[in-house]
């Protein structure tokens, strides 16, 4: 597989890397243990070099999951987790945390949790009005200094935030959703983005599995599956949103490929520094993911997408409106 640079400070990844939350939160019961092992290792043998997860994911568990999983070929790999919840509380996406002691003790809680003696991207979960922006990005500094973390990095910050972190501490990547049905980034994030040389790293790329084709207006979700409070992904949303999962289906056949494939493929042909990262629980999946790295999009093609995102509005919010309220814009 190809490598892409984030930032200009050498971070160096597989051009596709893998959202690991799923295996263990999100979507539902936790996946196997041992055929999580297998997946992630499995990516391992496939190309991919980047990994990402976070101490909320569970909590806890997901870190632990990636640890004992990648420590065998922890030198062929990039780790990046996350801080800035407060796990401690039953409701700990309600309350961030990012006052400087508080990252301090997550770095050394997920360097454990990770069985490594450093964390290759340190990612700021979300923006925290409490604490200064330039005290986040300064202790992420310290720790780069001190050997215990190789890059920082933020996740669903606005430019302002943004921009005010990079002047204290180079920011390699943003991690933020973007994909074929949600294009808000193009607005504002990705100029900035570009005009500061720091990388992007797409989340959800598939629309939480909604571009695969996989699911319809009938489609259940189990109990503890995150999209069951998702407003995009109610029946009503569903049933109009397959209006852009068809045509995109039309575009797929025509190239050979799967819609999977063309939603990755066309984040991967927007610009040489976006690396997006698909989660997935099963084996033919990661396959058909990473053959996206495969497919052309020609001009012609490109037009054809274009098109399309013009005539069909998606319909529904990305997030419950109480997330809503964690994302900068």
Known sequence: MKTRMLGRDGLEVSEIGLGCMGLSHGYGPAADKQAAI???RGAVDRGVTFFDTAEIYGPYTNEELVGEALAPVRDRVVIATKFGFDTTRA??????NSRPAHIRAV???SLKRLRTDVIDLFYQHRVD???PIEDVAGTVGELIREGKVRHFGMS???VDSIRRAHAVQPVAALQSEYSLWWREPEQKILPALEEL???FVPFAPLGRGFLTGAIDETTTFASGDFRNRVPRFAAQARKANQALVERLGEIADSKGATRAQIAIAWLLSRTPWIVPIPGTTKLHRLEENLGAAKVELTPHDLERIQHALVEIEVVGARYPEELLRRVER
């Open 38 to 40: 297998d997946l992630l």
């Open 91 to 96: 409701e700990a996406l309600d309350r961030l």
């Open 107 to 109: 770095a050394e809680a």
């Open 129 to 131: 009005p409490e604490v």
């Open 156 to 158: 669903e910050a606005g």
């Open 197 to 199: 040389g720091i990388g």
